[in-house]
């Protein structure tokens, strides 16, 4: 909104600036805000299971979204198509992507694949409504964005053409999604082969009336150059590998075979490199952009038409865009308040768990003190009863210690008195 | 010198008896022989191609004038086409039966009905001309001697609809699964997808040709175990010649080689043409004339009381 205020105000006084005013800068606060704010990215796959879906998207993000350790939806067999959503955070250069990848595993495995794509449509359709009823609420403070931005569909390298079931499915999702054909597991096909089918598939598309992603023209002669490139490319053929090879001494991504290695960001191998500039480097905010004005308006104009025309919602909405203003406000205000008891109740609980584990705590500690003083206690009176028995023992000697000295006492008191005796004696004679 | 069987006593003097080798093979190549094989997959796996170049020639339906951008059918057909080749002084009347729309519609619940149909409707018509009061000297037998199957090489496992497909035909007819296209895997993922479908089909109860019940003696089940072992053969077809090393080969040029057909390193397709054509094509005639058939014939003749104008038919006089 604020770059269509620049260019009116350019065009109403072509003025030259008299000096330097500054709002030149604004691009950079632009872009220094999304920046801090994050990109959002929603990436749906489609195709047969064993295409090479898992390893494509590791390949394009750089990630093992689908590891050994949590293998790829193909590796799980399933009985009916589901739809599983991963997210996944990616930094670069201090840009953050939060990445959702919508995988559709069972998709045209079954035996009979009738409707196999309704799951899928009804997965687009819900976020688009969950979109739609947050930006009808009053208090649009956030905004998830989650509706799928491009659905990536894997097409089997038959090399003859399109099957049924991929003109069924591109024809009731093109006008719900951004669709990109690609060909799926492209080493399968020669050079020429490849050529053949390509031109094959785009007949056919156009037969069949089906609206793929095209590519917008912009005003720059190179960058137009460069998307007629592209999209004399399309569908793409795509290899996916995240196995590094040794090939004439670098290193590169690809597949090895006896008779050589495929390299998968080899322009002359496979159209892989094209797909992730133009999904990530080039076209990512178009695609956004492509969805939120055309495809989402789409379902959003579809919707609010079926609910006004017949005055009965036909679809199954929460009926929050037919009531007035104030009774949502009343509405959003009741959930508020319910969602602060809740709040409420959850901190008494987690504040009830923390108060008894403190006194848990204090009880060990009183326990502990209390073993202690009575061990020491017990130490205390062991080294008494010690001392006593030391006591006792000097006792004793020291009793026969003196009996001793009495008894020496007393003898030696004998013999004087036996010398006196004698001494009387003697002197009389 | 001959040596009597049984009687345990040696011949004085050269009889003759192996000589009767010698005569078969004359008859043989008098005669000639009928080969009808049949091709069953997805569109777009390289039947065909792989046809051709088994036969070393153009013997494919698409050859035989069908362009090659025409419509996936809406349902299932069935095409035969034949062709007489001669190698060798033998002559061979080879018949490929193609299924164009097969696992191709969205609904593809009962894809299999047209072919076990077909497959049944020629051993009907043999059954006939057996049980004719005047016989043909040589029956013309178009029974389906071998149903090669086309596995799409996802690299993970069967698909519910190649399980189905086997499950229900591989006691009429001689099933021997390949994989397709093959030059779609490294080797690693190539074994690993070997050996989970050769686990798949052995839980599944599937008993592909050579049959493990059908091995006569100690001889035909080792050479049968080995070529088990290696089933399902992963091949590549190309009837395009290059020149590699100063010879010409069959191949595929990608832009980062050539896949050569004939390289035992780079894809079975030797190993299956070998087996197929060099050692077990008798093979996969009798088993089909002696036990198929059989089976099918048993089943018709206790169902209905038999058909007419003869119920007992005692001897099996068989043409081949």
Redesign the interface.
């Known amino acids: 909104i604020v770059c269509v205020c620049v260019c009116v105000f350019i065009y109403f006084q072509q003025r030259n600036l008299e000096g330097y005013v500054g709002f030149a800068n604004l691009p950079n606060q632009v872009y220094r805000k999304s920046v801090k704010r994050g990109f959002e990215f929603t990436l749906m796959v489609v195709g ?4 090479g879906k898992s390893t494509l998207i590791n390949s394009l993000f750089l990630t093992d979204l689908y590891s050994k350790d949590y293998p790829g939806p ?2 799980r ?1 399933k009985k009916t198509v589901q739809v599983e959503q991963s997210k996944v955070l990616v930094k670069e250069g201090g840009v953050q992507l939060t990445l959702t990848i919508v995988d559709t595993p069972g998709f045209g ?6 409707n ?1 794509w309704q799951p899928v449509i009804n997965y687009i359709d819900s976020k688009c409504e969950d979109f739609l009823n947050a930006e009808s609420r009053v208090n649009r403070r956030s905004m998830p964005d989650n509706r799928v931005h491009c659905c990536l569909y894997f097409i ?6 399109l ?3 991929d003109i ?1 499915f591109m024809k009731r999702l093109h006008d719900k999604v951004n669709v990109i054909p690609l060909i799926a ?1 492209a ?2 096909l ?2 020429e082969e490849c050529q053949l089918f390509k031109k ?1 598939i785009m007949k056919e598309i156009q037969e069949h009336k089906i609206k793929i992603y095209e590519f917008p023209d912009t005003e720059d002669a190179d960058d137009n150059k460069l998307v007629r490139k592209i999209k004399e490319k399309m569908p793409l053929a795509v290899v996916g590998s995240n196995v590094v090879i040794e090939v004439n001494g670098k290193k590169v991504r690809g ?9 998968v960001e ?1 322009g ?2 496979c159209d892989f490199t094209v797909l992730r500039n133009m999904l990530i480097r080039t076209h990512m905010q178009d695609l956004k952009d492509v969805t939120n004005n055309v495809h989402y308006e789409n379902y959003r104009s579809r919707k609010l038409a079926a609910v006004t025309c017949n005055g009965v919602d036909t679809t199954k909405s929460k009926g929050q865009l037919t009531r007035s203003p104030l009774a949502q406000m009343e509405e959003e205000r009741r959930e508020h308040v319910m969602k602060m008891k809740k709040m409420e109740a959850e901190m008494e609980q987690v504040f009830e768990m923390k108060v008894k584990e403190k006194k848990q705590k204090l009880r060990d500690s009183e326990a502990e003190l209390e073993r202690r003083h009575e061990q020491m206690k017990r130490n205390l009176e062991a080294q008494y009863k010690e001392l006593e028995e030391k006591k006792r023992v000097h006792e004793d000697e020291k009793a026969n210690w003196e009996a001793q000295q009495r008894i020496l006492e007393q003898q030696k008191l004998d013999a004087s008195k036996t010398m006196e005796k004698n001494k009387k004696k003697g002197k009389i004679f | 010198l001959a040596k009597m069987s049984g009687g345990g006593s040696t011949l004085l003097g050269y009889i003759g008896i192996d000589t009767i080798i010698e005569q078969m093979r004359k008859k043989t190549m008098k005669a000639g022989f009928d080969f009808n094989i049949m091709v069953v997959g997805n569109s777009g796996l390289g039947k065909s191609t792989l046809v051709n170049t088994l036969f070393k020639s153009q013997v494919s339906r698409r050859s035989a004038g069908w362009a090659r951008d025409e419509k996936i059918p809406k349902t299932i057909e069935i095409k035969a086409v034949s062709h007489v080749l001669e190698e060798g002084g033998v002559k061979m009347k080879l018949t490929v039966v193609d299924t164009p729309g097969f696992g191709d519609q969205i609904n593809n619940d009962n894809c299999w009905e047209p072919i076990s149909k077909y497959i049944n409707e020629q051993y009907e018509k043999f059954l006939k001309e057996e049980v004719n009061i005047t016989r043909k000297k040589r029956i013309p037998d178009t029974r389906v001697h071998c149903c090669i199957y086309f596995i799409t090489p996802t690299g993970h496992s069967l698909r519910s609809l190649d399980i189905e497909f086997m499950k229900r035909l591989s006691h009429s007819v001689n099933i021997i699964p390949v994989i397709a296209k093959s030059d779609t895997m490294t080797i690693e993922e190539r074994l690993e997808f070997k050996q989970r479908v050769r686990k798949e089909l052995e839980m599944g109860g599937i008993e592909v040709y050579p049959q493990k019940e059908f091995d006569e003696d100690m001889e035909d089940k080792s050479d049968n175990d080995k070529i088990r072992e290696a089933m399902p053969f992963a091949v590549v077809g190309s009837d395009k010649e290059y020149q590699v090393n100063g010879k010409r080969v069959l191949g595929r040029k990608t832009a980062w080689g050539i896949v050569e057909v004939e390289n035992p390193n780079h894809c079975e397709f030797a190993q299956l043409r070998d087996f197929l054509i060099r050692s077990h094509l008798q093979d996969l005639k009798e088993v089909t004339h002696n036990i198929h058939y059989e089976t099918y014939r048993a089943k018709r003749l206790n169902e209905n009381g038999g058909l007419h104008p003869i119920t007992c038919n005692d001897t099996q006089e068989s043409n081949l």
Request: aromatic share 4%; with cysteine; charged share 25%.
């Open positions: 047969e299971s064993g295409l193909s590796q067999i495995d079954a035996v009979d694949n009738s196999c089997a390298p038959s090399g003859h053409g099957k049924p079931l069924e597991k080493d399968t020669t050079p094959q597949r090895q075979y006896p008779w050589g290695v495929a390299e080899n002359e191998h």
